[in-house]
């Protein structure tokens, strides 16, 4: 046989080093590789620095890369699809505005393809491309009665008007989308029997009247998935309708019986099967061992499969796209200790080549799992899997149950949640108990009902069998879902061997289950509970976490989110309250953003961190490691950086906010810049801890030489207006222009025209701060807004300026925020206490209510509760629909205790003299009594208002 040949380049790590969870856990940069029907391109969906996405196609002929698509970071790319080999049909998902489609022309070009693109108007679905017809394509366009089809050219999606084509096929009234075969000449649809609730499928010919059923989908105890039609009467399906195991089977669309057996695996549940064109089965797929494996009957789909797998060792692989005439290919393999790699693939040549590996970090080198057959306490055989550190093994085994329980299984596949507790130096074991899907029906229907019982059995048996063989100092449960479950029962059962849990969005009160929801308890949702958990009895207190829990000794981490429509959260919140009453060492992380899991990487992240740190300190391990390389500290860096975030959130709920500090700190030791900048902000504001500028001063320098921009901004405001330290307009001019050199942005221009106008000394130059700004004011954003506001109020408010030099700043005035008249006079309105409620008129709108008219009270640590005034601002001759009046307000903070720093705010108001004007502020939980001054200074510098609050803040 003659050899696969394939372009790689090996990298061989001298050793396995810690993983950073940014590496492993993250949507891969290069989605969706596809191959144009002739072959001539290769595209690709690509993820860009600057969170832009393109869709990319490389040139077969001299494999160059040409982007023909950018989206912005409001929009996403939803599915692309190729329909000639000149155009690319386009679906795009946007954030702030409807979804769109648009048509992509791509045309031959002597250096490069040219590209057109058409705004896609027809309101309907692309059926089918049409291969052998690729002048035209097969159009649903839906009316108010049915669905028609038509055959219609490309040019037709550029409009909505269809009045000059004729239908083809009129569409099954209430049916839903529609697919078409090509080699057949056949129309697929379904519909749903809303009184039967069932799906029911059916199928026609092109030109023939009559939709004919094909079968009916109810909601069953077997599976039945439809495969293709082998012949007119006949369709192969994946069932287990009549058997334990599902196989390829014969349907007879006639009788609607299975009539026979094309395939069957003795031991594992086929997962899928493919048909050629002439309905002969070409292949069908099982897990084994935990890896997708797939046995093929015909001998040249055989000998390329062995080809590859020859090529590729461990690596599972499947086909991605191919070419119509299949000599060019895509293909993903994949394996428990590679990510993913996207191979091109070209027949002729017999030759292989790697496109991309979405692997993030291509040097890592990941933690192999071995599978292992062990057997239950009544002798039935079972699978499961051990996944040990490579380095550093800290000597514990974590067993992890996984969700479902019924129909979840576990495979051999590569796991970032695995390969990161192994990079830290824990052993993972995971088994396929009673009720894990693969295995027959038998097997699957044995564990419902078997919650805290059977199941927990069949996983003491695989931990009994590991710790036969390896040695552990220490042995933890983690889960998630019902793993969480799981993970807390173990304990409670065997509570000499598991020493810590970590359960995530789990169930503990299983009787709550039947009488609260936030899916309605309807029959079907009880009877989908009783699937699972079994019928409702007072003994699921028994197998019930939360009437169990004082026979919990192992410290607990409940982890869940607020959104969780599956699980509830109340589950989490009723067993963290119960664990805590009794006096029980548990710790909690409600996400309030979160569900049944996470729907963005940086959440998962954060939860890995919190697993990590709570078996570090609950197990009291040191970590082995002393010299970190550069990966494994930005691996710890991240870490710390993710908890010390955690800890300070407003969205998400712990138990440890005050530890937040500690763990910056970890991370400015290990010379993270923004960690050394929160740091510093903690000296600044006193949090948990003396107020000490210098030592702020000394953080925000070393954030500034690592080049962190917040830094720089903070230490030139510092040095210029912050009233902490005398001022020193050289060092904050050195800071805002090093800041600026980094980055010509409106925040750093704004922020060193500032200093050029109020510095006091040989570096004021008013010319040029006028320059700055005039250059600048018209890229001010929303981004921008607030930050501009209060430059400009500090420009007008700290510097001192000629009459021409204040006609220049009108100038920029008038730009940013349509000053028409400099003069004006403050007309106060209301002065004093006020609380922001919802108001009975205007269907519930908010409004400012006074409390106090004093200007020296106790205030309440209350977000509603706010002082301030509230004016009109008004000079002869306005006009009020049309003139623009701008002012500055500056709060000056001065606190009763003298060993704490002065604050001073700075705004910009604008708006017309009709609208009432207010200037407030909000004191929260850091609040110290003291005085508050505020100045009022209108656009000529003159101080239109001033007035003290005393202030006393109490809980």
């Not at 550093?392 to 949640?417: A, C, T, W, Y």
């Not at 959130?649 to 906010?657: A, G, H, N």
């Not at 006020?834 to 020296?856: C, M, R, Y």
Request: glycine fraction near 6%; aromatic fraction near 14%; proline fraction near 3%.
């Amino acid at each position: 046989m003659k050899k696969l040949l394939i372009l790689l380049f090996f990298i061989f790590p001298l050793h396995a080093e810690m993983l950073s969870s940014e590496d492993l856990m993250y949507s891969p940069d290069q989605s969706q590789v596809k191959v144009s029907p002739s072959g001539r391109w290769i595209s690709f969906l690509e993820a860009q620095e600057d969170k832009t996405k393109t869709l990319n196609i490389i040139d077969m002929d001299s494999m160059k890369m040409y982007y023909i698509v950018k989206l912005d970071e409001d929009n996403d790319f939803y599915n692309y699809q190729w329909l000639t080999d000149d155009d690319i049909f386009i679906s795009v998902k946007s954030r702030d505005s409807d979804d769109f489609e648009v048509v992509v022309n791509v045309i031959e070009g002597e250096k490069k393809p040219k590209i057109e693109q058409h705004r896609v108007k027809a309101k309907g679905y692309i059926v089918d491309r049409l291969l052998s017809d690729p002048e035209h394509i097969l159009f649903a366009k839906p009316d108010k009665k049915n669905t028609l089809l038509y055959q219609v050219p490309l040019t037709a999606l550029y409009s909505n008007d269809y009045s000059s084509y004729t239908p083809i096929e009129k569409g099954l009234k209430g049916a839903y989308s529609y697919f078409f075969d090509e080699h057949k000449q056949q129309l697929f649809t379904a519909k749903f029997d809303e009184d039967e609730k069932s799906l029911q499928f059916f199928y026609k010919v092109i030109g023939n009247k009559k939709w004919i059923p094909i079968f009916t989908l109810t909601d069953a105890d077997y599976q039945f998935l439809p495969i293709g039609f082998t012949d007119q009467d006949h369709l192969a399906v994946i069932t287990n309708k009549n058997t334990d195991k599902s196989q390829v089977s014969l349907f007879n669309i006639n009788t609607q019986e299975i009539t026979d057996t094309l395939y069957q695996h003795p031991k594992y549940d086929i997962q899928s099967a493919e048909l050629d064109d002439n309905g002969k089965l070409i292949a069908a797929s099982y897990i084994k061992h935990g890896k997708y494996t797939t046995d093929y009957f015909i001998d040249a789909y055989e000998q390329l499969h062995s080809k590859v797998a020859e090529a590729l060792g461990d690596e599972q692989f499947f086909w991605v796209d191919s070419s119509i005439d299949g000599k060019t290919q895509i293909l993903f393999s994949h394996s428990a200790t590679v990510p993913g790699k996207y191979y091109l693939y070209q027949s002729e040549t017999n030759h292989m080549e790697l496109l991309f590996s979405v692997a993030k970090n291509k040097d890592a080198t990941y933690a192999k799992t071995t599978f292992f057959n062990f057997k239950a306490y009544d002798g039935t055989n079972l699978e499961g899997y051990l996944t040990k550190p490579i380095n550093n093994d800290k000597q514990v085994l974590l067993v992890m149950p996984h969700g479902g329980p019924i129909g979840i299984r576990e495979s051999d596949e590569f796991s970032p949640e695995v390969q990161y507790l192994a990079s830290r130096g824990f052993s993972i074991l995971r088994v396929n108990f009673r009720g894990s899907a693969g295995f027959g029906k038998e097997f699957l229907e044995s564990g419902v009902g078997q919650f805290g019982n059977l199941i927990e059995q069949d996983i003491s048996a695989a931990v009994a069998e590991i710790r036969s063989q390896y040695s552990f100092k220490h042995t933890c449960s983690i889960g998630a879902s019902y793993g969480g479950y799981s993970a807390v029962m173990l304990a409670i059962k065997h509570p000499d061997i598991y020493e810590c849990v970590i359960a995530s969005f789990g169930i503990y009160d299983l009787p709550l289950l039947y009488n609260a929801s936030n899916i309605a308890l309807t029959k079907d949702y009880q009877e989908l509970i009783e699937r699972t958990v079994g019928e409702y009895s007072q003994d699921l207190k028994d197998i019930s976490p939360v009437y169990q829990a004082t026979s919990l000794k192992a410290p607990v981490l409940i982890i869940a989110g607020k959104q969780d429509e599956i699980s509830g959260f109340e589950q989490s919140n009723r067993f963290y309250y119960v664990l805590k009453r009794l006096g029980h060492d548990v710790e909690k992380a409600f996400f309030e953003r979160s569900g049944h899991g996470h729907q963005i990487w940086y959440y998962d992240q954060v939860e890995a961190a919190l697993a990590n740190d709570f078996l570090e300190r609950k197990l009291n391990l040191n970590s082995t490691l002393t010299n970190y390389t550069e990966s494994e500290k930005k691996a710890v860096q991240r870490d710390a950086i993710l908890l010390a975030d955690t800890f300070d959130s407003k969205t998400i709920e712990t138990d440890r906010k005050k530890e937040s500090f500690d763990y910056y700190q970890l991370a400015a030791n290990l010379d993270h810049d923004r960690a050394m900048f929160n740091v510093g902000s903690y000296y600044h504001r006193g949090d948990n801890r003396p107020i000490d500028i210098k030592e702020a001063i000394e953080y925000y320098s070393r954030a500034a030489e690592l080049g962190y921009e917040q830094a720089l901004e903070r230490l030139g405001y510092i040095y210029s207006v912050s009233k902490l330290v005398k001022p020193d307009y050289h060092k904050a001019k050195e800071f805002f222009q090093t800041a600026f050199d980094k980055e010509h942005s409106v925040d750093n221009a704004f922020n060193l025209a500032s200093i050029y106008c109020i510095a006091d000394n040989e570096i004021r130059d008013v010319d040029k701060c006028l320059s700055m700004l005039n250059s600048y004011a018209n890229k001010v954003d929303n981004e921008s807004r607030q930050h501009v506001r209060e430059q400009i109020s500090i420009i007008m408010q700290e510097g001192n300026y000629s009459e021409n030099e204040l006609k220049g700043l009108h100038s920029v005035l008038a730009k940013l925020y349509g000053l028409n008249y400099p003069n004006a006079i403050l007309e106060l309105e209301r002065k004093g206490l006020f609380k922001l409620v919802l108001s009975d008129k205007f269907n519930g709108e908010p409004e400012i209510e006074q409390l106090s008219k004093q200007l020296d009270f106790i205030y309440k640590l209350d977000d509603e509760q706010r002082f301030g005034i509230e004016f009109y601002m008004n000079r002869d001759g306005l006009d009020t629909r049309r003139d623009r009046l701008v002012v500055f307000t500056k709060w000056h903070f001065t606190p009763d205790d003298k060993a704490l720093n002065d604050f001073v705010y700075y705004q910009t108001l604008w708006g017309d003299p009709i609208t009432e004007w207010s200037t407030y502020r909000t004191l929260d939980e850091t609040s110290t009594p003291g005085t508050w001054t505020l100045d009022v200074m209108g656009a000529n510098q003159q101080l239109l208002y001033q007035n003290t609050f005393k202030v006393t803040a109490i809980n």
